[in-house]
């Protein structure tokens, strides 16, 4: 492709995009066909030869077709369902600049840009959300081993800072094969997945050094539980290594209390708090209550690519520790050998993560951090609690749904009061209408009873009050 025809298609392409977003309002949010649709619209084998201009005509009318048509709109205003996945005109920007540049920022001497734009980012998320200097490049406290770094996912940040606890065992002179993990027995499944990628557990079921640990009845860990696990464990001979606190549980944004946490875990088993979707709402100070003990966090992640306006995939993932953590993670063969390595005077990301390459990332969470600037961000997140808020007073006075869960920032579980095949019915009435797009869970009720209930989390970029009043109407509609 010439630069004169990628100008051309580019132009094309980002007014398309824009036309997109803009259409999103009057499509429905969720349409497809049956499984194979998009399959058996594309030919079996791939043509021997060359594309031409008219290839060009064929794939951008088979986006603008098949492909559209068969998307769940994430982006659509009117889309509630799992949790918010961002985009934004300043972070989709900062993703066709990461991969017009598409440089490799595995190590520092690779591109040092891609290096210390990232560096200075996570300094400035750390500030923005009120984590203490500890976390930061800047203000590395005593030890000077703070530091943040971008991951892929929250659940890449479980993973890492798992095998950093575990390297910091093993250091301590520990077995690490007797290593014990515990979190919530609501915490997100990618604990399990980590604990099983790390080769404690033989499957999602094997609670042999994976403890899931009970909640109390608005769905937090019950510490004194967790206590009681812990000194178990430590009498039947095994090392507790790991403690996952969860900041805004995926079924139903509860928040269990780091101070509570701590207070029965001890200093050396290292602790984390994964916020992945709530940590957006520390942006306002109101809020940072959420993260009250977090000094004594050893690792705290959590993803603007959910409700912090920068595109998938961008999780902000800082640790007190990363000496553990490059320790445990690195390997330096003769092939990436540098002097600013060696020296030890630069920060090499390929030492925080599992793999070796990496995206330049940091220039989209730039472009959305300085864009939107404090204020900016904060009044996305201000307004999305609102309407939650807004919600919830209509759940209180209507008769026929209930809170499932009390609300903590922009998510609203709400169950049918008639019971789970009505609240199903409903659900499902909502989603095949296209109007609107709602998701599931199960949570217990006041008597333990596990009930299924409608999750609705209120974060989409272009969602507004007035969109939550009409998913409101719609339920009402769907629930006569
Ligand atoms: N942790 C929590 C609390 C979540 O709510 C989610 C979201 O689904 C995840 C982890 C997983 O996030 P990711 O897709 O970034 O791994």
């Given at each position: 492709?010439?630069?004169?025809?990628?100008?051309?298609?580019?132009?094309?392409?980002?007014?398309?995009?824009?036309?997109?977003?803009?259409?999103?309002?009057?499509?429905?949010?969720?349409s497809?066909?049956?499984?194979?649709?998009?399959?058996?619209?594309?030919?079996?084998?791939?043509?021997?030869?060359?594309?031409?201009?008219?290839?060009?005509?064929?794939?951008?009318?088979?986006?603008?077709?098949?492909?559209?048509s068969?998307?769940?709109?994430?982006?659509?205003?009117?889309?509630?369902?799992?949790?918010?996945?961002?985009?934004?005109?300043?972070?989709?920007?900062?993703?066709?600049?990461?991969?017009?540049?598409?440089?490799?920022?595995?190590?520092?001497?690779?591109?040092?840009?891609?290096?210390?734009v990232?560096?200075?980012?996570?300094?400035?998320?750390?500030?923005?959300i009120?984590?203490?200097?500890?976390f930061?490049?800047?203000?590395?406290?005593?030890?000077?081993?703070?530091?943040?770094?971008?991951?892929?996912?929250?659940?890449?940040?479980?993973?890492?800072?798992?095998?950093?606890?575990?390297?910091?065992?093993?250091?301590?002179?520990?077995?690490?094969?007797a290593?014990?993990?515990?979190?919530?027995?609501?915490?997100?499944?990618?604990?399990?997945?980590?604990?099983?990628?790390?080769?404690?557990?033989?499957?999602?079921?094997?609670?042999?050094?994976?403890?899931?640990?009970?909640?109390?009845?608005?769905?937090?860990?019950?510490?004194?539980?967790?206590?009681?696990?812990?000194?178990?464990?430590?009498?039947?001979?095994?090392?507790?290594?790991?403690?996952?606190?969860t900041?805004?549980?995926?079924?139903?944004?509860?928040?269990?209390?780091?101070?509570?946490?701590?207070?029965?875990?001890?200093?050396?088993?290292?602790?984390?708090?994964?916020?992945?979707?709530?940590?957006?709402?520390?942006?306002?100070?109101?809020?940072?209550?959420?993260?009250?003990?977090?000094?004594?966090?050893?690792?705290?992640?959590?993803?603007?690519?959910?409700?912090?306006?920068?595109?998938?995939?961008?999780?902000?993932?800082w640790?007190?520790?990363?000496?553990?953590?490059?320790?445990?993670?690195?390997?330096?063969?003769?092939?990436?050998?540098?002097?600013?390595?060696?020296?030890?005077?630069v920060?090499?990301?390929?030492?925080?993560?599992?793999?070796?390459?990496?995206?330049?990332?940091?220039?989209?969470?730039?472009?959305?951090?300085?864009?939107?600037?404090?204020?900016?961000?904060?009044?996305?997140?201000?307004?999305h609690?609102?309407?939650?808020?807004?919600?919830?007073?209509?759940?209180?006075?209507?008769?026929?749904?209930?809170?499932?869960?009390?609300r903590?920032?922009?998510?609203?579980?709400?169950?049918?009061?008639?019971?789970?095949?009505?609240?199903?019915?409903?659900?499902?009435?909502?989603?095949?209408?296209?109007?609107?797009?709602?998701?599931?869970?199960?949570?217990?009720?006041?008597?333990?009873?596990?009930?299924?209930?409608?999750?609705v989390?209120?974060g989409?970029?272009?969602?507004?009050?007035?969109?939550?009043?009409?998913?409101?109407?719609?339920?009402?509609?769907?629930?006569?």
């Amino acid at each position: 492709m010439s630069p004169d025809e990628f100008r051309r298609l580019g132009h094309f392409l980002i007014d398309w995009i824009a036309d997109y977003h803009a259409g999103l309002e009057g499509r429905a949010v969720q349409s497809f066909g049956p499984p194979g649709t998009v399959l058996a619209a594309m030919p079996q084998r791939l043509a021997e030869e060359a594309g031409t201009g008219d290839t060009w005509k064929e794939m951008l009318a088979f986006v603008d077709g098949t492909v559209t048509s068969n998307l769940l709109h994430w982006q659509s205003p009117r889309f509630f369902g799992y949790f918010p996945c961002n985009a934004s005109f300043p972070g989709i920007l900062g993703e066709i600049l990461a991969a017009g540049l598409n440089v490799n920022g595995m190590l520092w001497a690779t591109s040092p840009a891609a290096t210390e734009v990232e560096m200075r980012c996570t300094d400035w998320m750390a500030d923005l959300i009120g984590l203490p200097g500890e976390f930061t490049f800047e203000n590395p406290g005593a030890n000077g081993q703070g530091g943040g770094c971008i991951a892929g996912t929250a659940s890449e940040s479980t993973l890492v800072s798992l095998l950093a606890a575990r390297g910091r065992l093993r250091e301590r002179g520990s077995d690490v094969h007797a290593m014990t993990v515990y979190a919530s027995r609501h915490a997100h499944s990618s604990i399990v997945k980590a604990a099983m990628i790390a080769g404690l557990a033989d499957g999602p079921e094997d609670r042999r050094r994976v403890r899931l640990i009970e909640c109390d009845d608005v769905h937090r860990m019950d510490a004194d539980a967790l206590g009681r696990a812990i000194r178990a464990d430590v009498a039947a001979g095994l090392v507790p290594g790991w403690v996952c606190a969860t900041i805004g549980m995926t079924s139903s944004e509860s928040v269990d209390s780091l101070v509570e946490i701590r207070r029965v875990v001890p200093e050396e088993v290292w602790l984390h708090a994964d916020a992945a979707f709530t940590g957006a709402a520390l942006v306002c100070e109101e809020h940072r209550w959420m993260i009250e003990g977090v000094e004594r966090a050893d690792s705290v992640c959590f993803n603007p690519h959910k409700w912090l306006l920068t595109n998938f995939d961008c999780d902000c993932f800082w640790t007190r520790d990363r000496a553990s953590l490059v320790r445990a993670l690195s390997v330096l063969p003769e092939y990436l050998r540098n002097s600013a390595t060696e020296a030890g005077a630069v920060v090499d990301y390929r030492d925080w993560q599992i793999p070796l390459g990496r995206r330049f990332r940091a220039l989209k969470l730039m472009f959305v951090l300085r864009h939107y600037g404090r204020e900016g961000l904060r009044a996305h997140v201000r307004a999305h609690i609102a309407a939650a808020a807004w919600l919830e007073q209509q759940v209180h006075a209507s008769e026929y749904f209930e809170m499932a869960s009390p609300r903590v920032t922009s998510l609203v579980c709400l169950c049918c009061a008639e019971g789970d095949d009505a609240t199903r019915r409903v659900m499902e009435a909502i989603n095949s209408s296209g109007r609107a797009f709602v998701s599931h869970t199960m949570l217990p009720d006041e008597s333990g009873r596990e009930r299924f209930v409608m999750r609705v989390a209120i974060g989409g970029t272009a969602t507004r009050l007035e969109h939550v009043k009409e998913l409101w109407a719609l339920m009402c509609e769907c629930a006569r």
